[in-house]
């Protein structure tokens, strides 16, 4: 005698559904960065390589190795892999440099390569600590010259960037750090004096607020900081209009649920206008706010426009649910393959509860329906050539809620053999369909 066969569900309709061009995309990307982790490992050496050089020295390959990872003039796009950081570097060091043969601040207009936060923190930040350490050397020496030099330029450094506004992130962590480099110079220079050594400045200078701006370009500093301002003015105004629609996308879910298309209709419509007429111009003007509020809107909407499909069809006509699933290419704004995954998976957790609403009624056809689709999404995603790493994180709800439906069915089934009602373990959908919930 033989074991049967594992018990397949057959759904009142089958979806044909794969990632495998998405997948493709992944790894593309993937691979597109290990090349680039690759090659500014290269970068990093030779900038390591150069420190250890003699000022004069040109260092040509470090050049070369930049020039082919970075065009002339910085994107406002984000940097791929871990680029930022190596460009970051390569600038502090470039600052560096300028300072030893001019004792100056490198100028944003040479180094166009690098974005303003990469040169703010590379070649005023990072200067400042390379200045700490340098003068530490020439106290040795008992250099007070070289020292009073070091100390005035990092003072200017920190004046200047006190006038910035910066938010909490790396850019703020790493300008509390220049106060600390420009109290171990300081303190340098006090140690060298009560040892005998005579600073530059008397005690009448002393009394008076030295004025070093001729140690840094002024005017590009003004301006770099003016484009920071508005580029915060920008992410404030995304951040407001973001939550318009979210706030949209959410409640057209919640309509669903209720069974008010119309509603849930116009609640989408609302989302689409919010992200093309308010939110990509603003994208489009700065790439790098993409990654946060933004991108939980897109998802959110990816969510909301995958269950109104799945419950009436590319056509929106049919009266019970087609089990459709959207692809990428399907959606009227280009999404990140991570943003169109993310709405992927959460779609699932609405699946699960238009499941429990048929398994009230004992509508087994939905509760298959449902099974079927959370299966083969789960299926889909598992097959793709690489997954993002973001995505990683929801798969293990996507598999619970495969496993919550096929102990409903289970349920079910003794409830029709025993001709009693029996109590699922499913969650109930009661905590979606109140407009209170509709706000949070």
């Not at 070369?64 to 060091?93: T, W």
Request: contains cysteine; negative net charge.
């Amino acid at each position: 005698m033989k074991p049967s066969p594992p018990l397949c569900h057959e759904p009142p309709r089958r979806i044909a559904f794969d990632l495998e061009s998405l997948g493709s995309e992944v790894a593309q990307y993937e691979e597109r960065n290990h090349s680039i982790y690759q090659t500014s490992r290269k970068l990093q050496i030779e900038v390591l390589k150069a420190k250890t050089f003699s000022p004069g020295l040109e260092h040509s390959e470090a050049d070369e190795i930049l020039q082919s990872l970075v065009p002339d003039k910085a994107p406002r796009s984000p940097r791929e892999a871990n680029l930022s950081y190596r460009v970051e570097d390569y600038v502090r060091f470039k600052a560096f440099q300028s300072f030893l043969e001019t004792g100056k601040l490198l100028p944003p207009s040479d180094c166009l390569y690098a974005t303003d936060e990469e040169y703010l923190a590379g070649a005023c930040m990072g200067l400042s600590q390379d200045l700490a350490k340098y003068s530490m050397g020439r106290s040795t020496a008992r250099d007070v010259e070289s020292v009073t030099i070091a100390r005035n330029l990092v003072q200017e450094i920190q004046s200047q960037l006190l006038q910035f506004d910066f938010r909490n992130g790396p850019l703020r962590r790493k300008f509390d750090g220049t106060k600390y480099a420009l109290k171990t110079v300081e303190t340098l220079l006090y140690e060298l004096s009560v040892t005998g050594e005579e600073l530059s400045n008397g005690p009448e200078t002393k009394r008076m607020k030295q004025d070093f701006s001729a140690l840094v370009p002024q005017e590009e500093l003004d301006a770099l900081r003016q484009r920071m301002v508005h580029r915060d003015n920008l992410r404030e105004k995304l951040i407001k209009e973001c939550r318009d629609g979210q706030k949209a996308a959410k409640q057209s879910i919640f309509a669903l649920h209720r069974g008010d298309q119309e509603k849930s209709k116009e609640l989408l419509s609302n989302c689409e206008k919010c992200i093309t007429e308010h939110l990509l111009p603003t994208i489009g003007e700065e790439p790098q706010l993409r990654s946060g509020s933004f991108s939980n809107v897109l998802e959110e909407y990816v969510e909301g426009k995958l269950f109104y499909t799945w419950l009436f069809g590319r056509a929106e006509e049919s009266e019970s649910p087609t089990g459709d699933l959207l692809k990428p290419d399907e959606f009227i704004f280009e999404l990140k393959p991570e943003e169109y995954l993310g709405g992927l998976c959460d779609l699932t957790g609405e699946v699960g509860r238009y499941a429990v609403q048929r398994g009230t009624v004992r509508d087994t056809d939905g509760v298959k329906l449902a099974l079927h689709t959370n299966s083969q999404i789960l299926d889909a995603i598992q097959k793709m050539e690489r997954i993002p790493s973001g995505v990683n994180k929801k798969m293990d709800q996507l598999r619970r809620s495969v496993e919550k439906l096929e102990r409903m069915l289970y349920e079910m089934s003794l409830s029709e053999a025993t001709g009693r009602r029996v109590k699922s373990n499913a969650e109930e959908p009661n905590t979606i369909v109140t407009e209170e919930n509709a706000s949070l």
